[in-house]
């Protein structure tokens, strides 16, 4: 049985287009992998077709059965994280390993002030009496 985790240093993991996204990687394998990569991705969901995008990759060759590796990304421009009544679209940082493609993910957010943008979510309004 495989454990892998994936981290990022920042809690909460929101962050601005152009800010680093760091962390670790680490898995412990049954057998070596022949790589290992974390990748930077967003996907859509909720009605409708969904999409996804892998944005960027760090690869580990040949890595060890049982190791820990830090990876680094820059967060793109564009999309932001959005929830929406009818779509949402998320950013992950995944960690995978090939050929096995088990993997762990962590959900990460990306926007002009690192929160995700809410779509269809109208301010409550509070009255005094």
Same mark, same amino acid.
């Given at each position: 049985?495989?454990? !892998?985790?994936?981290?990022? *240093?920042? =809690? &909460?993991?929101?962050? *601005? &287009? /152009?800010?680093?996204?760091?962390?670790?990687?680490?898995? +412990?394998?049954?057998? %070596?992998?022949?790589?290992?990569?974390? *990748? !930077? $991705?967003?996907? +859509?969901? /909720? *009605?409708?077709?969904?999409?996804?995008? @892998?944005? =960027?990759?760090? #690869?580990?060759?040949?890595? !060890?059965?049982?190791?820990? #590796?830090?990876? #680094?990304?820059?967060? %793109?421009?564009? %999309?932001?994280?959005?929830?929406?009544? @009818?779509?949402?679209? =998320?950013?992950?940082?995944? $960690?995978?390993? @090939?050929?096995?493609?088990?993997? =762990? #993910?962590?959900?990460?957010?990306?926007?002009?002030?690192?929160? &995700?943008?809410? @779509?269809?979510?109208? &301010?409550?309004?509070?009255?005094?009496?």
């Amino acid at each position: 049985m495989s454990t !892998l985790k994936i981290a990022v *240093r920042k =809690d &909460p993991a929101q962050y *601005r &287009p /152009g800010e680093e996204i760091a962390g670790a990687a680490q898995w +412990t394998t049954a057998k %070596p992998p022949e790589a290992v990569e974390v *990748r !930077l $991705l967003w996907y +859509t969901h /909720g *009605r409708g077709t969904e999409d996804v995008c @892998l944005v =960027d990759t760090v #690869r580990f060759d040949a890595p !060890l059965q049982d190791d820990t #590796r830090p990876f #680094r990304f820059t967060a %793109p421009e564009a %999309p932001y994280s959005l929830a929406g009544t @009818l779509v949402s679209l =998320d950013w992950v940082v995944e $960690l995978i390993t @090939l050929p096995s493609k088990e993997s =762990d #993910r962590i959900i990460i957010s990306i926007s002009s002030d690192g929160k &995700p943008v809410m @779509l269809g979510k109208s &301010p409550t309004t509070q009255m005094t009496v």
